[in-house]
């Protein structure tokens, strides 16, 4: 099988070729608006602390619809899983809400015992 | 034949190329959407009746009517034997159910947690009170 190393390449050559790909890669990704809103919604997610305490498997959850969506080719279908990834953020962000709001009342009724 | 002739055939006696070429056909089968998604629709179904037991018409109607709409379409897409688009209405169902569920269960907390932060309330004024006036709440006095 033939294989290609980066360091067998030329410099400029390498370079090339690691252009190309961030290129490609870039035009993947804003090639799909539905793509690209479940990927900045999932990436805001992630970044909020609450969410990744709380509510860590739905947030796997929505990150895996994210990279299906990623990796098809199909129009429709990334369109489709797209929608699944959003919505599994959105899942994620409701979790995590009512597990702050049970907390809450927990520690204010326990809170409420001991004064 | 003996096992020279079919070395692939184990000491266990079975063909282990059997549970190969089945799974190679299931796969073929849901590349092609060939097979009816009768388990997505159901699944849908299942979450769309969770929503509505945590009572998502009263908390999220918007994510609930969507869940309830794609389900049917799903299951006319299911009579009209077009697949693809059954399974992935059924899929989105799905997810448009789990959102108006975890929606309604995340407002019911917040709303028992706020019934839970008045009633404490209630309950300190009512203790911190010294004159012995009659209690006007309806709160059942502790101590």
Known sequence: ?115 | MTDKVRPYKREFGIDYRVPLIWSAAVALAGCAGATPPVDAVSTAEVAVNRAIDARAAQHAPLELRLAQEKLEHAKSSLNEEDYEAARRQAEQARADARLAEAKARSQSASQHGEEVEQTIETLERESDRNTPKPTTTTVPVIN
Not at chain 1, 4 to 22: E, G, K, N, Q
């Open chain 1, 1 to 115: 099988m033939l294989t290609l190393h980066v360091h067998d390449l030329t410099p400029w050559a390498s370079r090339a070729l690691i252009f190309s790909m961030a290129l490609m890669s870039a035009a993947c990704a804003t090639e799909n608006a539905a793509l690209q809103r479940a990927q900045l919604a999932y990436e805001q997610a992630r970044q909020d602390p609450e969410i990744r305490r709380e509510a860590p498997l739905a947030l796997h959850e929505a990150e895996q619809a994210l990279r299906q969506a990623e990796q098809a080719s199909d129009e429709e279908e990334v369109n489709h899983l797209a929608y699944l990834a959003e919505r599994g953020v959105e899942i994620a962000r409701a979790e995590a809400g009512r597990k702050t709001a049970e907390a809450r009342a927990e520690g204010s009724s326990r809170s409420a015992i001991t004064s």
